[in-house]
């Protein structure tokens, strides 16, 4: 078999039938990837005493690969025209994202006081005393806007009120995580203000009448 | 800031999930799924699904806002080379040449004993479980066999050969001979479907431990645990029922194979 001619997916296949050669090469054709992937994602998430483990987690992302019985391997589809490099990537920055977070919660385990739980809907915060009518709303008025606005949002604006107001990214940032602009990002924002303050508006005269 | 800003950074940053009719994808994304999104490969209705999911699941939202970060950072510079020897340990996580087995054992573990569905080794020793004090050799399923047969004569037993049991036995011993080296290699259930092996070389017709010698365990093409043998002694604890390739290395060169397959009694 001539592995040098395969196509990503065909070298993919090889590898799941235990063919070796086609695992030297896919190995010497994604190491780089791997190890660069691996090296940023500490760079960025992880702390310094943890480039130690490089090798290891190097090691990892392709022992990853093939437990139980090539499993992941036999998991990419091409999705979309989706490269196996990009896969790669993803599953090598994963796998080092949950390194870093097993690390991190082992660390801080014996530290952690419990924290008490909160509920698990939307507005039974307390309001801070202040003029706005948005925040001398009861708790189920707040759930109702809340509600109504989510429900008048398309899936994007959604999750760019979860980036923006409970992950506390940047506008860079969400720019950055939702490939877009960073004024299509400012421009996002005015619109989902202004049908906040039309949906308060509309309930404000409903309610006065 | 604000007033709407100030409401939906109160309510939201609570950390709180608005009730709302919106559908998403159930589970979490997949690792291609996520690679595709952050590509920008997915069609406008792909790319809602995922996005739905993302306002519901944190965990999902997080791994997204990590990995796009990671990928951006990666475009600023140019790919880092992995040192050789990376690469190489890579590669050798899969074999290139399989050795033949030379020892062939399948038990299956119960309460009550342990049967042996096929042994092409050397010989067979039981352990007695604690508190039993007695064991004896016995068909399991064959009624009518008074005699006990001696473990030499399991180990000759041709595959055909009825099944046969350690009743009491919590723990079996293999021995085999590979080269110079005698191996034996105990194994005990810890608990159901969870197995120990302990590996005890010796330099044939002696007590003098093997020395310069890995043991390897496999579970098909893969390697999953190895140990250099340290006085004559190694251990492999927590194995889960399955078949295992144990693949002994002398120096550079492997010397022998046995391959276990080790179940339990349903």
Redesign the interface.
């Known amino acids: 078999m001539n592995t040098e001619r395969l196509s990503e997916k065909a070298l993919l296949a090889e590898c799941v039938r235990g063919d070796k050669k086609a695992w030297d090469l896919f190995v010497e054709q994604y190491s780089n990837l791997v190890y660069h992937t691996v090296r940023k994602t500490l760079d960025l998430h992880g702390p310094d005493y943890l480039y130690g483990e490089l090798e290891d987690l190097h090691n990892g992302v392709f022992l990853s690969l093939l437990e139980h019985d090539y499993k992941k391997l036999r998991q990419y589809k091409g999705l979309r025209g989706c490269s196996v490099a990009t896969w790669i990537m993803t599953i090598s920055a994963n796998y080092t994202l949950n390194f870093i977070r097993g690390t991190k919660q082992h660390q801080h385990e014996s530290l952690d006081e419990k924290v008490p739980e909160t509920g698990d809907t939307v507005g039974n915060g307390i309001c801070h005393p202040s003029p706005s009518a948005l925040e001398i709303l009861t708790q189920t008025e707040e759930s109702d806007l809340l509600r109504e606005l989510v429900d008048g949002l398309d899936a994007g604006d959604r999750l760019f009120l979860k980036y923006y107001y409970e992950d506390e990214l940047s506008p860079e940032e969400i720019a950055t995580v939702m490939s877009v602009t960073v004024s299509a990002i400012y421009s996002k924002k005015s619109r989902i203000l202004d049908k906040l303050r039309s949906i308060a508006k509309k309930k404000r005269s409903l309610q006065e009448k | 800031m604000?007033?709407?800003?100030?409401?939906?950074?109160?309510?939201?940053?609570?950390?709180?999930?608005?009730?709302?009719?919106?559908q998403a994808l159930e589970g979490c994304l997949?690792?291609?799924?996520?690679?595709?999104y952050?590509?920008?490969?997915?069609?406008q209705q792909?790319?809602?699904?995922v996005?739905?999911h993302?306002?519901f699941c944190k965990a999902c939202?997080?791994?997204?806002?990590?990995?796009?970060?990671?990928?951006?950072?990666?475009k600023q510079e140019p790919?880092?080379?992995?040192?050789a020897?990376?690469?190489r340990?890579?590669?050798d996580?899969?074999?290139?040449y399989p050795l033949e087995a030379l020892v062939e054992v399948a038990l299956e573990f119960a309460q009550e004993g342990i049967a042996i569905l096929k042994n092409t080794g050397a010989a067979l020793f039981p352990s007695v479980g604690s508190g039993t004090g007695v064991f004896q050799l016995e068909l399991a399923r064959n009624a009518g066999h008074d005699e006990a047969p001696s473990a030499n004569s399991i180990a000759n037993m041709p595959p055909s050969s009825p099944q046969m049991a350690f009743s009491h036995a919590k723990a079996v011993t293999i021995e085999n001979t590979f080269g110079e080296v005698k191996a034996a290699v105990t194994l005990e259930r810890s608990e159901p479907g969870i197995f120990d092996a302990e590996f005890r070389l010796a330099l044939e017709g002696s007590m003098t431990p093997a020395a310069d010698i890995r043991i390897s365990v496999f579970r098909?093409?893969?390697e999953i645990a190895s140990q250099d043998v340290e006085n004559g002694f190694a251990s492999f604890t927590n194995l889960p029922a399955g078949s295992y390739d144990i693949e002994y290395v002398g120096g550079t060169q492997p010397i022998g194979k046995m391959r276990l397959v080790l179940t339990e009694a349903q």
């Open positions: 604000e007033p709407e800003d100030k409401f939906l950074k109160r309510v939201l940053s609570r950390g709180t999930a608005a009730k709302t009719t919106v997949s690792d291609e799924l996520f690679a595709a952050l590509d920008n490969l997915l069609d792909m790319v809602r699904s996005q739905s993302l306002f939202r997080d791994k997204t806002t990590a990995i796009s970060k990671v990928k951006a950072a990666m790919l880092q080379t992995a040192p020897k990376l690469t340990m890579a590669k996580l899969v074999r290139k098909g093409d893969r």
